[in-house]
């Protein structure tokens, strides 16, 4: 950790603006921290998906052009595995980070934060994960326990 | 005897199919082409490329491939780096451009890249490899295919910037900061999370790319440059480091580049690049045409530092010789190694296995294997064997 | 205080005139560019070019300059290697391209470039310098240009290539040899006569710089590389090694690359580039636009050998401290320098000399000139000194 | 000096055909070595100088867009001293070398040996160092002295 109290470089840093440090965090992170306010259901979510994804990622996330995001038929430890959101992703705040910074591909960053909260739920009801009527926001994103969520390990402080 | 020499009289074996000329040849008759503001590679010399491998609908996402098996030294001209993006190449004008350091520190602070250009450089020649790459190798076939379109995911530039414990300093690291999420400025905003002690270590803000700034596809105008560990982690057109507790588990450290195992049980956080090495003369594409002498030519590299070693067998590694490395040998770099060889005509199986200094040794394939399984799909850092036949074609081998 | 910042919220002292963008920048909100086969430089940086000074009556005769004041570290870009044609470059066909070994050998060989390229290599990280590099310096008056216009007749690569020692020995030489005349197959056939000693010692056959094979305008397809000896010698488009008791006396080592001293005699075969170094950042065409800490950043090189030393002084020369020089310093190869330095809006004039392992060390120009005159044109390589002003403008000064 | 009895290489050089050795070797040695045969008189070299250097080398050989070749009105010790042909150049031969190998540099290689001899006799002539009615061939040229001819120092041999 540096502590030196003198600068070691020029110091031509700026303060960044409350405003600034607002609109440019988009990490979102497992316990919620990030999120923003909003909401969607998976119905509506259905509505997003037919509208921007389905031309690439396929009718109900069976994959396209881009990889499939739902609709596993076995498991990970079958040869071969069976990859997928619903299989394999530890944490769904991942999927409305994703989604949010890069989806639609063709036009990244065009969705409301309804419209990711809705296709974030439709993707997780595609996976099994959460039921028809349900819906995302804040609260409840950070809260679903997703299947593989203790399927890692940390490789970085157990190196093989 | 006349006064034009055909092959027949002093072409060699398999090369001099042209006449050669007694007279002066065109070139020296007449002036050249003028001088040029910028150059590029020979005519001669259009098939020299990085090989693409993209997405039909969304041609920005893929990779293309570094022709390892066309390349001769370390350095990778920076018009041949491997690319991999996830949504294109953004044309990103500098003077808009910002970095933002914020999260767990002091003072949250934005640079200009005019401001950075101005800050403490150090440079260092460095390669940097895809996790993906060589993953062809987990096939249940060997590939057949050009080394660099099998292992030309890597590359080795000269890269110079500023370390990025210098600006980390400016913004003043709070105590509980474990890990940096740092963000791409480009239409993927590819964030990852890179733990704060290698950031600390010998991370660097990268301006400059063998000598001049950037190319575009490789960050322009910043990117963070990760010594030995894996390329998505040297993230591109840098625009934020968000200082935190825990990572921020992105899409493309959970969903991606972590490696399954028989388990079921995944690897994440696999950052550090295994030793590995490869022969790429001779190697799949080429033929030899001739008995005799040959020098056997590859690359070695290691994230963990120098490569202390680079052993070579010809009969698919029952017997090895220790390969002979071109100065300079230099930690997290691309080391070049070379060795001897005499070919009477008879089959044979070349193989090559890279050491570290820290001790660590490239596996053979099925111990690969045995500890990973096959669908893994990242780290593949196996031994590659290159058998040739008697008629002197090479092809890619499984032993 | 509103959703967009200017410079005067956010903005950086001389950078930051654009606004910066609260919302995702137009190039996050699309997909970007596509790959490519063989990149090229942003279009941001379509400044940094070589500089051309050629014949408008003979376009392709004449020097294109490196932009070192544009560059960092150590690697040139292939595309900014500088460029010395007596007559163009010409478009060589590699198959029908041809060396040829003759005179003072047992056995008078060709080779075909394909045949070449089964030879055993090396490579090197080496600098190329022309003769006449710096030559401004010799003038009356200091020349106010950027560092690559004034000393960018210098240039460093990677090159590849096989030992001149292992050509020569299959073509076996006669005792009398002692020279060997180098003729390159451009439309000037340039000759040149190089000490045999020299060219068993450490000269290369150059057939790739910086990995790929070499840019046509410097030497594709086969080079000589003669490391630290001036660049003339490094003939490109090699046809032809004559070995010879004696040399040819060749217009290029008689007429010019010979330096007219005081006497009326002249310097011969001055082969070995002697020390240099100048500092790049910050140099003539920069601006001090603010006080506080600068990185002083250089480059050094011997003909010699490795740079031992390089000191900075930033009050005209009264002082020296000794900059630190990045890993790895290599054998007559570019060697960065740099040192830290804060400023306070005084009067000063920076210098910078390098001192190599064989004991050299770089001469004050009026020590220059007392050994040598004013009119021998080639080999300046007296040290360069900056004055900067109050208001941080920078100018070529003689001390 | 390489002395071992082994090749180093793989030994894929082919005995090069005394045709090639004779076309391909154009190297004009200061004792003569390598001159071909032909001749041509000063007269004749100011017909071809007329017509395939004025152009760059301007009248009399006293520059043009091409460095003069001809015409010092002092010496070397002068300052700025003045370097041509005639002040500066130690061996004539050269002269045959380099232009019979990059001179006319619009088209080299399109003179005869003869035109060659000529506009090196003519080149001379204009440097005073031969007279208006001198010829050069294989035998001559070698013996013009220069007359800055130990003007030299070997540099090589004895660093400064
Ligand atoms: C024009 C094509 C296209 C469109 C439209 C598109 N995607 Fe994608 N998507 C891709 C591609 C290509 C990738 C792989 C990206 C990469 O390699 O980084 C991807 C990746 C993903 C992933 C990560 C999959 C994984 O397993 O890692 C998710 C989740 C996703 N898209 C969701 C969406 C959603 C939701 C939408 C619509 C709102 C959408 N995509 C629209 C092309 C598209
Ligand atoms: C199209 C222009 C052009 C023509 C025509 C031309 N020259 Fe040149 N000449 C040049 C240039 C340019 C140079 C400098 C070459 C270099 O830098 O290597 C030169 C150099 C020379 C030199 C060397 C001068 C020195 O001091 O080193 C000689 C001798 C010479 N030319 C002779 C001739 C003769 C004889 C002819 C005609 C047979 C001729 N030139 C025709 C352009 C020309
Ligand atoms: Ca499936
Ligand atoms: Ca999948
Ligand atoms: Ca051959
Ligand atoms: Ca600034
Ligand atoms: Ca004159
Ligand atoms: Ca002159
Ligand atoms: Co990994
Ligand atoms: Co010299």
Redesign the pocket.
């Known amino acids: 950790m540096v502590v030196a109290d003198e600068l070691i470089g020029p110091g031509l840093g700026l303060q960044a603006p409350p405003e600034m440090l607002k609109q440019w965090n988009r990490d979102v992170f497992p316990d919620g921290t990030g999120l923003p306010l909003g909401r969607g259901t998976v119905r509506e979510g259905e509505t997003?998906?037919r509208a921007?994804?389905i031309?690439?990622?396929g009718s109900e996330g069976r994959g396209g052009?881009?990889?499939e995001?739902a609709g596993a038929e076995h498991s990970l430890i079958d040869d071969p595995p069976d990859k997928t959101?619903g299989t394999y992703w530890p944490y769904a705040t991942t999927?409305f980070d994703?989604?949010r910074r890069?989806?639609?591909?063709?036009n990244p960053g065009s969705?409301t934060d309804d419209q990711v909260y809705a296709?974030t739920a439709y993707?997780l009801y595609l996976n099994r994960i959460i039921g028809p009527d349900d819906e995302m926001n804040a609260q409840l994103l950070p809260a679903v326990v997703m299947p593989n969520q203790d399927g890692f390990i940390d490789n970085y402080r157990r190196d093989d | 005897q006349g006064m034009i020499f055909t092959a027949a009289t002093w072409g060699a074996l398999s090369s001099q199919t042209a006449t050669a000329e007694l007279d002066r040849e065109s070139w020296t008759k007449q002036p050249g082409k003028p001088f040029s503001n910028y150059g590029s590679p020979s005519d001669y010399e259009k098939k020299v490329i990085r090989w693409i491998m993209a997405?039909d609908?969304?041609p920005g996402?893929g990779v293309s491939w570094t022709p390892l098996h066309e390349l001769e030294g370390i350095v990778t001209p920076s018009g041949l780096h491997f690319e991999r993006h996830?949504n294109g190449v953004p044309a990103i004008d500098p003077e808009r451009h910002r970095l933002l350091i914020h999260g767990l520190v002091k003072r949250p602070l934005t640079f200009s890249v005019s401001d950075i250009l101005q800050y403490p450089m150090q440079s260092r020649l460095c390669f940097i490899e895809c996790g993906g790459n060589s993953n062809a190798g987990w096939r249940s076939e060997p590939i057949q295919t050009q080394v660099g379109y099998f292992h030309g995911m890597a590359s080795c530039s000269e890269w110079t910037g500023v370390p990025l414990s210098v600006v980390l300093q400016e913004a003043g690291i709070k105590g509980r900061a474990k890990w940096i999420i740092a963000e791409g400025g480009d239409a993927?905003m590819m964030n990852i999370s890179l733990p704060l002690d290698k950031a600390l270590d010998d991370c660097l803000l990268a301006l400059y790319q063998n000598g001049e700034r950037l190319r575009a596809e490789n960050g322009y105008p910043l990117r963070l440059l990760v010594p030995g560990w894996e390329g998505v982690l040297n993230v591109k057109w840098l625009k934020r480091l968000h200082l935190a507790a825990k990572p921020v588990m992105a899409?493309n450290e959970t969903?991606?580049y972590t490696e399954l195992l028989p388990s079921g049980k995944a690897r994440q956080f696999s950052f550090v690049m295994e030793p590995k090495s490869v022969i790429t003369h001779p190697s799949f594409g080429h033929r030899l045409d001739r008995h005799g002498l040959y020098q056997i030519s590859g690359l070695a590299w290691s994230g963990r530092g120098k490569i202390a070693k680079v052993e070579v067998s010809a009969d698919g590694g029952k017997s090895w010789a220790e390969a002979e490395l071109q100065e300079p040998v230099l930690p997290k770099c691309f080391t070049r190694f070379r060795i001897p060889w005499r070919w009477q005509g008879q089959d044979v199986v070349l193989k090559s296995r890279a050491f570290d200094e820290a001790g660590a040794v490239q596996p053979e394939r099925a111990e690969l294997i045995a500890r990973r399984g096959r669908h893994g799909y990242f780290h593949y850092n196996a031994i590659v064997s290159w058998a040739i036949t008697e008629a002197g074609e090479i092809s890619h081998v499984y032993l």
């Open positions: 997003v998906y921007h994804c031309g690439c990622h052009s881009a990889e995001l959101i999927l994703f989604t890069s989806m639609p591909l063709s969705l296709v993707l | 997405n609908d969304a996402n996830h993927s899409r969903a991606k």
